[in-house]
């Protein structure tokens, strides 16, 4: 493996255009003036006002609980989905299946959106309710777009393993479905964590779904931003992805050291070996 | 493994800042909800200094009713997404903050309900200006709660003192690429409208296309559509004329850019708007909701109010308040409360009507023509 | 048990784990689908009517071409090919940009990968609207970009407003879901493939044509799957970095909800997806795979 200049240099570039923008957040985000554009002086007023934002904390803690309850569901429906799937012998349904699954992955958002609000609506009229949305169908929505994507993920590993581990351990006296937790799981992990990851990341910036799903008093973040864009979004916005990005950087940072760990470990009891 | 200490550790370091803040809303047995909707940044919510006036409200009734009140203070960024969102039957709200052409359209479709004076004493602070007017004829369904004037915004240092006159600024081929337009179809043609002395109401088809043409003349040196957007172009010299509402100028003025030298002035004739509280159908506790009402014009909460949104108040207790008046400043006070001879003439004149479907239609076509052009 | 018999019975357990996601899907995806199609064949009065579709197609403006010559276009099929073109455009500059880069980070050691792939991630943990609002500091006349280039006195470049900002902010909104689709490929590509290839002689260039591109193609068309169709419905971006120049179908269908043209709304969304749906089954039949089966 050869890293030539060049490949250092596109790396380096593409990671730069990933950035920039971040960095503009960052920076902003100690500025002293309201503005977003015009830097005067560094200042952590806009730390201090984030604190302080009682609805902007709270509508970060909606979109958190949002997004982990949105990624479990879908990852574990959307694991035994693709399960199932990998096992349909009828084409007819496994092509049916693919399509409906691609759906919510090519329809525009605005039309998820308003499509199930529609719906939503109709039975909330049907039942009488006063309000027919709520955080359980926000819940619902975000499940229902995230799940083609945790298909996604997982499937191809499924595809990928070896048909034999399963019937090997049921062959060593395993049910079916302890030697699904025992001899794929581990195998699709790689997978399924990826899956639940890009669900997390989906559910949490999220827009325009979550604005025609939403009921009373459930704020998520992303729709708290929008909605401050009629006077001014302030740099108390920057500050908390500022926040946000450092916490990411920290998992990071735990997960490598982490991983040196394990490495290390592996690397002394090659040795002994 | 790893990955899922990892995550573990990250919900947990944010979920112990969101805790820092924010109240869980749970539903108590003897606490009572108010939904509340209104523009965002539209109230004192407690930044910078100023009053949680939805705090020191839910404070306040539990001191003077004994219950606890939890309200539920959603926001919207534009009159049809609320309309909308009212319309389709998705959700209730007890108290509910449009404006004037929208009320209009609600009190025709009976979405509003009339609203008990009884239960609202503070009402007598409003002034008379802001009675009778053609929204709400009889003041059975609202109450003022701001309003406010559209006028232009220049950057002086690089627009000349003498073009800035009228609305002919906003077409002024000297000052190519460095004007801004409302990026809504009812302002944009409303600018061409009062340029051209139109009835910004007309339902003659002649007189839109007419605004159309000056729209389109207006075109190749528009800077930029926007609408929130006009704050970071103004404030960092990026354009520099565009047309906005009296208060926004002010928070303009105190973030520009050292190379900015922002001024204000109205053209005429302009549009008048006014922003009134009201009580939708779907509403569920209509009796806290006109306790809320009659807080919000109580002098504190009003005052708090008209100092964060930087917008005119119609109440009494706020404009005659010499503590605010100090606040304000002399410039603010002059251009937030200029001297008219009769507010509700010029308001009933030019101010925004509920335009009917057919009209709508035409201007939401016409929009799209100028936009895809 | 024979064998036989083991394997269906763990392929019927398998089977049985997919009734969940079925009755989901037939409840949160189909359904839907159904109220789209039920708005966008009726009227404000709930009659059975076609208009709305005629109505998308048969629209028209008279648009005066850069050369001042009137033209009559028909409206939505004008903003439908537009929003296309851009979608296209930043597709393909997603692709160029994020096959090398992926192709990069699935040859680094095991670590930087993790890492590596993380940080191309981390951009899209930061919501959106404010990343697009960074862009417009960035890329306005006096933002930072031209302040630098002042400082090195170079001329100052006019970005914003352009097409050219709007595909910057799309390509960097979806640069990530093109990158993980392509690196999860590549990465689980068999060495020892690329390493016969060049024990039979096989130039670097080579390889990477007959070994690498050919294997990573699912990988390929997952992000393009991933790109391609969000981007024609984007709105905000065109509305932010396009200075509201560029009106896209997305401002098309959100425009048509909040004049309360529910239904017209509902016709250009149900037209968008026949569009699609069309277009996904001609891909499944062209590539002779399943959108998913190669996957990630």
Known sequence: MRTSMFSRLWTVIIFIYLFAPIAILIVFSFNAAKSLSVFSAPSLKWYRELFRDDVTLASLKNTLLLAVSASIVSTVMGTAAAVGINKLRRRWLAAALDTVTNIPMVNPDIITGISLMLMFVFVGRLFGLATSLSFWTMLLAHITFCLPYVILQVLPKLRQMDPALPEAAMDLGCTPLRAFFKAELPEIMPGVITGMIMAFTLSLDDFVISYFTQGNGFQTLPIRIYNMTKKTVTPKMYALATIIFFVILTLLLITNLIGDEDGAKRRRSKKRV | ?373 | MNRKARGDSIAAVQRAALAPYTVWAVVFIVVPLFFIAYYAFTDDSFRFTTANIVRFFTTTSEVVTEKGIPREVRTYLLIFARSLKLAVISTILCLLLGYPFAYLISRAGARAQKTMITLVMVPMWMNFLIRTYAWMTLLQDTGLINSFLGMLHLPALHMIGTEGAVVVGMVYDYLPYMILPIYSVMAKMDEKLIEAAHDLGCSSSGVLRRVVVPLSMPGVVSGITMVLVPSISTFYISQKLGNGKFYLIGDAIESQYTANNLHFAAAIAFIFMIVLLAAMALMRKLTGRRVYEGGM
């Not at chain 2, 039957?89 to 009190?107: F, Q, T």
């Not at chain 2, 900015?260 to 922003?275: M, S």
């Open chain 2, 1 to 373: 493994m790893k990955k899922i200490v990892s995550v573990t550790v990250a919900l947990c370091l944010i979920f112990s800042l969101a805790a820092c803040g924010g109240s869980s809303g749970a539903a108590d047995a003897k606490r009572l909800t108010l939904n509340v909707y209104n523009w965002g940044e539209y109230i004192s919510d407690g930044s910078e200094d100023s009053m949680n006036v939805i705090k020191e409200f839910e404070a306040w009734y539990q001191e003077n009713y004994g219950t606890a009140v939890h309200v539920n203070y959603d926001t919207y960024a534009s009159n049809e997404d609320m309309y909308a969102k009212l319309k389709s039957g998705a959700v209730s709200y007890d108290v509910v903050i449009p404006s004037d052409y929208m009320i209009a359209r609600m009190v025709d479709e009976d979405m509003l309900l009339p609203l008990n004076w009884e239960n609202i004493p503070n009402s007598e602070y409003i002034s008379d200006d802001f009675r009778s007017l053609y929204y709400d004829p009889d003041d059975v369904y609202s109450i003022p709660y701001t309003y406010g004037i559209v006028g232009i915004i220049y950057d002086a240092n690089v627009v000349d003192e003498e073009d800035a006159v009228g609305w002919d600024l906003m077409w002024n081929p000297k000052y190519a690429g460095n004007i801004l337009q409302f990026n809504n179809p009812r302002d944009a043609f409303g600018t061409a409208m009062y340029k051209r002395g139109i009835d910004v109401n007309t339902t003659d088809p002649a007189d839109w296309q007419a605004a159309l043409d000056e729209l389109t003349a207006q075109r190749p040196i528009i800077k930029s559509w926007v609408m929130d957007e006009i704050y970071n172009l103004m404030e960092s010299g990026e354009a520099a004329i565009g047309a906005y509402y009296a208060g926004d100028y002010f928070i303009m003025l105190d973030a520009q850019a050292d190379s900015v030298d922002l001024r204000f002035y109205y053209p005429e004739p302009t549009n008048y708007f006014v922003d009134a509280m009201c009580i939708p159908s779907s509403c569920q506790n209509k009796e806290l909701a006109e306790a809320f009402i009659n807080y919000m014009l109580s002098e504190e909460p009003a005052i708090a109010n008209a100092e964060y949104i930087y917008y005119a108040s119609p109440n009494r207790l706020v404009y005659e308040s010499e503590d605010y008046i100090e606040e304000m400043g002399e410039e603010a006070m002059e251009i937030l409360y200029p001297d008219l001879e009769s507010f509700q003439d010029a308001y009933n004149t030019y101010a925004y009507r509920n335009l009917d479907r057919e009209t709508l239609d035409l201007l939401s076509t016409l929009w799209e023509t100028l936009k895809v052009s």
